[in-house]
């Protein structure tokens, strides 16, 4: 890894840590009753709220700022789903047994979230704590997933390449310093990123549902979603 990777890593992991769920929303959930519309509220604060993270350590990736603004627009749109869930998935994986987590999976099944969506959300969310990442891996897989250069409606995709491409050189030669035993190691987190991109469509249709049945969205989540 160069002097150059190294300076990559520490910006894109400070950018990862300095913006967190705040801890309110956290708390939040331990504190509430379990009504269904509690949970969907509870659950609408934390989205909107890892969408505001989101937004602000996408903005810290190096050269994010310098792209087209339509683009910049396009890629946080066509990713804040993959890197909420990759969030959550992390936020999951390494709370202790008696942390949040245990509440949080009671309040997401409990919000009106169908059967169809809840099974693959927690496979992946199990597929992704199996995977035992470091801090690092998971900042740069997140900036990775943000900087995919074939999302809808991306007019300049090498320009998005171009960023992306330093972060997979980092993130591969993290992979092997990390995990010297597992050769594939970075051929299975770049896997995940497959797995990432099916929750879309369940997303999608979570939405629609909940839209359906009026539920009320913050005007953050009606414009990253176009609901
Ligand atoms: N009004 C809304 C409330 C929640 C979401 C959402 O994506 O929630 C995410 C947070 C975790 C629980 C379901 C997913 C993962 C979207 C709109």
């Known amino acids: 890894i160069t002097k150059e990777q190294r300076a990559l890593i520490k910006l894109i992991v400070d950018a990862y ?3 967190q769920i ?3 929303v956290a708390k939040k959930l331990l504190q509430e009753q379990y009504s269904v519309e509690e949970n969907f509220l509870l659950l609408t604060e934390m989205a909107t709220s890892q969408v505001q993270v989101l937004v602000e350590f996408t903005k810290s990736i190096p050269g994010f700022l310098s792209l087209d603004h339509e683009d910049q627009i396009a890629l946080l749109k066509g ?4 890197a909420m869930f990759l969030r959550s998935a992390q ?3 390494r709370k202790t047994p008696n942390g949040h987590s ?3 999976v009671e309040r997401i099944r409990k919000s009106g979230i169908s059967e169809e969506f809840i099974t693959p959300m927690f496979n992946f969310y199990k597929s992704i704590g199996e995977l035992h990442m470091v801090p690092e891996e998971q900042a740069i897989l ?4 943000i900087l995919t250069p074939d999302r809808p409606y991306v007019k300049d995709q090498q320009a998005v390449e171009r960023l992306q491409e330093p972060m997979l050189d980092v993130l591969r030669k993290l992979c092997v310093l990390q995990h010297p035993q597992e050769p594939q190691y970075f051929a299975r987190l770049l896997g995940r990123l497959t797995e990432l991109r099916t929750l879309n469509h369940y997303h999608a249709e979570m939405l629609t549902s909940w839209r359906m049945n009026d539920h009320k969205f913050t ?5 990253i979603w176009d609901v």
Do not use: G, Y
């Open 22 to 24: 705040p801890q309110d």
């Open 79 to 82: 990713s804040a789903v993959e």
């Open 219 to 223: 005007p953050l989540l009606c414009e």
């Open 91 to 93: 936020v999951f994986s």
């Open 142 to 145: 997140t900036a990775i997933t």
């Open 17 to 19: 840590n300095r913006h």
């Open 102 to 104: 245990e509440v949080l």
